[in-house]
């Protein structure tokens, strides 16, 4: 019974080593953005408000919040990497999507230029938003090396087509909107 109490605790000691040495190895990826300092708030709507109106609530909670003493900086996003986020389809034209040795989709969120500035966003090529990208403006995106060097392989993703939505895939926006199909 000892032998085997001590084999188990042997196990369960090389296994929470291995856990804080992996936890060790994702702590110190480079991935890009910095969330230090950092604080996540989300709004929940109870009515329905149309997209001009939730605008205007999140531009007001982004002033509030920007007057906090001890506040550095404050601004609106969709998601964040690592918690909610969108998976639209999308499409590259030219190729058929995804392409060969994609294990995951690119997942979509909106940004601001002040929020790419507080996650210490890198830029490796291009150009990262600006104030000018705003509503009405042409559309732009970011899109990380990993995407970059899979669908424009040997080219340059800048100036890159990509699609986004449901149009031309066979899904019908209202339906799905409406719970069906």
């Not at 992996?22 to 110190?28: D, E, G, I, K």
């Amino acid at each position: 019974l000892v032998g085997i109490q001590v084999a188990l605790c042997t196990v369960l000691l090389m296994g929470a080593g291995l856990f804080v040495r992996s936890l060790q190895r994702v702590q110190s990826q480079d991935l890009g953005f910095s969330t230090a300092h950092l604080l996540h708030v989300t709004l929940d709507f109870r009515a329905h408000l149309d997209g001009v109106q939730r605008d205007l609530v999140h531009e007001e909670a982004v002033g509030r919040i920007a007057a906090v003493p001890g506040v550095s900086g404050a601004t609106v996003v969709q998601g964040m990497p690592f918690s909610s986020h969108h998976i639209p389809p999308i499409s590259v034209p030219g190729f058929t999507f995804p392409p060969p040795m994609v294990q995951q989709l690119p997942i979509m969120y909106g940004a601001t230029p002040a929020y790419l500035e507080m996650m210490g966003v890198t830029l490796r090529q291009g150009r990262l938003f600006t104030e000018r990208d705003g509503r009405g403006a042409t559309l732009v995106a970011l899109v990380n090396e990993t995407m970059a060097r899979t669908v424009w392989a040997g080219r340059n993703a800048v100036g890159g087509c990509i699609r986004t939505g449901y149009a031309g895939f066979g899904l019908d926006p209202d339906a799905m909107a409406a719970g069906q199909p």
